[in-house]
C-alpha cells in the first residue's frame, strides 16, 4: 500500500510539474527594502556571441545559459531605473533567490552557492558601486532548492535531496530522508528536518514569522492555504480560509512584514494573476494582473516599498515593463517602461581581461627571445645533476605557494576555496581580483629573496631541486629577480604559459628562457645521461 502511495505520489508531482511548465517562463528575482535584483535570461543572439567569446572556458560551462544580473537600488533610482551590474553562469535553481540587506543568495547546479554583494564607495569620493560575487561553503546535500528565505540569522533554503524512486517507496523512509531545512550563517552550514505538520504540503513556501530571524512555512494541504509558525517550542498549524486550485501556481511576497499570497494560472490564452493580503486568519482580495500570453516572453513578481511589482518583458522588442499595486488595492492604469543602463558584456569582467593581458606579454617576450643566438641555448649541468623532473618542479610549486594564500585567506577572511574560485583569470570584479594578486605578490616576494641567497626556495629544498645558470653556474641577482617576475604571468594564465615547461627542450617556463636559467635535480646513480 505504501509503495503504491509513494508511486501516485511521484505521478502527482510529474503531472504538476508538467501544468507549471505549460506557463509563460517565471524569471528569478528577489528584493530587500534596499535592493531590488532581478535575474534576466540573455536574448538567442547574446548567447551565441558568449559561446563565441567562451573559448577560455570549458565546453559544458559554455553551454550553460548566461543570466544578466539586473539591479534596482530605492534610495536613489526610480522603479523604472535598473542597471545591468554583472553576469552568472550556471544551472541556475530559480527557487533559491533570496535577498537581505546588499546581498544576494544563489545556487547554481545541485550545491554551489554564491553571493553577490554590493557594496558602497567610500563617502566622498568619486568611485563607482562595487559588486562582489563571493562564493559560499557548498550546500551539505545536493538536489534541488524548493524555497529559500535570506534574513539577518542567515540563508534558508528547503531542498529536496537526489532520491531514487525506490528509495521515495521504501518502508524504512524517514521524514530525514526527505525534504530538508538547511540554514547558512556565519560561513557554516547547519540542517534539520522539517516540522511533521508540513511533511505532506505541496507548493511549500518558508516564510518570516517574526522580527527575531524566526521562519514558518506556509504551503497546500488539500487544497487549502495553510501556514505554521513555532509557538511555545511546538509547530501550530493556521488554515486560511483561502482555497488554491489544482492548476495555480503559489508565490509568496513579504512586503514590509505584510505577507501577499499570489496565485498564478493560465486560461484563455491569458496569464492571470491574483494577488491576497493575509491578515491573521484572513485571506483579502487586493486586486489581480492579466496579462495576454502571445506578448509575453518572461515575467516576475517583486515585492518594491509598500507595492507588489509585476516586471514582464515583451516577446516581440524584449520591452521590460513594470507595473504594481499597492496594499489598498491601487494599480498603475499604464505599465511603466524599465531602461537598463550600464550592459555587462563577459569580456569585460576584468578577470579575462588580465589574462588576456599576460598572455599577450608571454607571447611577444617569448618572440624576442627566440631570435636569439640558437648557440647561446646549450645547457651544462654540473656534474652530478640532470634537468628536474616536472613533478617535483610542481609539488616545490604547491609547498611554497599554499602557506601564502593561507595568509592571504586570513586577510580577506575567505576560504582557500574561496581563494582559488575567485583566483585571476575566473574574478568577476576587481575587488574580486585582490586576494589572488595578494597571493601572487606574497609568493613572488619570498621566492625571490629565497633563490637570491640560496638558489632554492623552501619548496625546492624539500624536493631537492634548484636553480641554476644555463652554463652551470649560480644565477645572479638579476637573473632570480627576472625569472621569478615572471612567474605572475605563469600564474595568472595558469591554463596555458606554464605548458611551456612540457613542451621545451629543457624543461624551461617563460622566466626560465627569458633569464637564461634552468632547475636542475641530483642524479640518481641508475640514470644515464
Known amino acids: 500500500m505504501k509503495q503504491l502511495l509513494g508511486v501516485i505520489l511521484i505521478m502527482l508531482l510529474w503531472a ?32 551565441a556571441q558568449n559561446a563565441a567569446q567562451s573559448a577560455s572556458e570549458n565546453a559544458e560551462q559554455a553551454k550553460l545559459p548566461p543570466y544578466q544580473i539586473l539591479l534596482n537600488m530605492t534610495d536613489r533610482d526610480p522603479a523604472s531605473q535598473w542597471a545591468g551590474i554583472t553576469q552568472i553562469r550556471g544551472d541556475l535553481q530559480p527557487s533559491s533567490l533570496a535577498a537581505v540587506g546588499h546581498d544576494l543568495y544563489v545556487v547554481l547546479g545541485s550545491s554551489q552557492v554564491y553571493c553577490v554583494q554590493r557594496q558602497d564607495p567610500p563617502p566622498g569620493t568619486m568611485l563607482r558601486d562595487v559588486i562582489k560575487m563571493v562564493v559560499q561553503p557548498k550546500l551539505p546535500v545536493e538536489g534541488q532548492v524548493i524555497s529559500a528565505l535570506a534574513n539577518d540569522d542567515g540563508y534558508h533554503v528547503i531542498i529536496e535531496p537526489k532520491m531514487t524512486v525506490e528509495r521515495l517507496v521504501d518502508e524504512k523512509q524517514t521524514p530525514e530522508d526527505s525534504r530538508l531545512l538547511l540554514k547558512l550563517h556565519r560561513n557554516k552550514w547547519s540542517q534539520s528536518p522539517l516540522p511533521d505538520v508540513v511533511l505532506d504540503w505541496q507548493q511549500l513556501h518558508v516564510i518570516a514569522t517574526g522580527s527575531n530571524g524566526q521562519v514558518g512555512y506556509v504551503g497546500v494541504a488539500d487544497g487549502q ?90 516577446a516581440t522588442d524584449d520591452q521590460l515593463t513594470l507595473q504594481t499595486l499597492d496594499l489598498q488595492g491601487d494599480q498603475l492604469e499604464e505599465p511603466i517602461a524599465i531602461t537598463v543602463g550600464n550592459p555587462v558584456n563577459d569580456l569585460n569582467q576584468p578577470g579575462r581581461w588580465i589574462v588576456l593581458t599576460a598572455m599577450m606579454i608571454g607571447m611577444l ?112 641577482v638579476w637573473q632570480v629577480i627576472l625569472r621569478n617576475l615572471l612567474k605572475t604571468l605563469d600564474l595568472i594564465a595558469w591554463y596555458a604559459l606554464p605548458f611551456l615547461v612540457i613542451v621545451s627542450a629543457y624543461r624551461q617556463r617563460l622566466g626560465d628562457i627569458v633569464a637564461r636559467t634552468v632547475v636542475i635535480q641530483p642524479k640518481l646513480p641508475d640514470i644515464e645521461d
Open 16 to 47: 504538476q510539474s508538467a501544468l507549471a511548465q505549460d506557463l509563460p517562463q517565471h524569471v528569478p528575482a528577489a528584493s530587500d527594502e534596499a535592493l531590488h535584483w532581478l535575474l534576466l535570461p540573455t536574448s538567442p543572439k547574446a548567447v
Open 365 to 476: 617576450v617569448l618572440f624576442s627571445v627566440w631570435r636569439r643566438d640558437p648557440a647561446t641555448a646549450k645547457v651544462t649541468v654540473p656534474k652530478g645533476y640532470q634537468i628536474a623532473a616536472i613533478s617535483k618542479r610542481f609539488l616545490a610549486l604547491m609547498i611554497d605557494l599554499a602557506p601564502c594564500g593561507l595568509i592571504s585567506s586570513y586577510l580577506f577572511d575567505i576560504t582557500m576555496q574561496q581563494l582559488v574560485d575567485q583566483w585571476p583569470g575566473v574574478a568577476i570584479t576587481w575587488e574580486q581580483l585582490m586576494p589572488g594578486l595578494v597571493t601572487i605578490a606574497i609568493y613572488i616576494t619570498h621566492t625571490t629573496l629565497s633563490e637570491i641567497f640560496t638558489a632554492q626556495t623552501v619548496g625546492k629544498k624539500i624536493m631537492g631541486i634548484s636553480v641554476c645558470t644555463m652554463d652551470g653556474q649560480s644565477p645572479d
Open 225 to 314: 492555504l495553510v501556514m505554521a509558525a513555532l509557538q511555545d517550542e511546538h509547530w501550530q498549524t493556521q488554515p486560511l480560509d483561502f482555497t488554491v486550485t489544482m492548476h495555480a501556481q503559489l508565490h509568496w511576497l513579504n512586503i514590509n512584514g505584510h505577507h501577499i499570497a499570489a496565485l498564478v494560472d493560465s486560461h484563455d490564452q491569458q496569464l492571470h494573476i491574483a494577488l491576497h493580503l493575509v491578515v491573521g486568519d484572513q485571506v483579502l482580495a487586493l486586486g489581480d494582473f492579466t496579462i495576454p500570453e502571445a506578448d509575453l516572453k518572461v515575467w516576475t513578481l517583486l515585492a518594491m516599498g509598500e507595492k507588489v511589482g509585476l516586471i514582464t518583458q515583451n
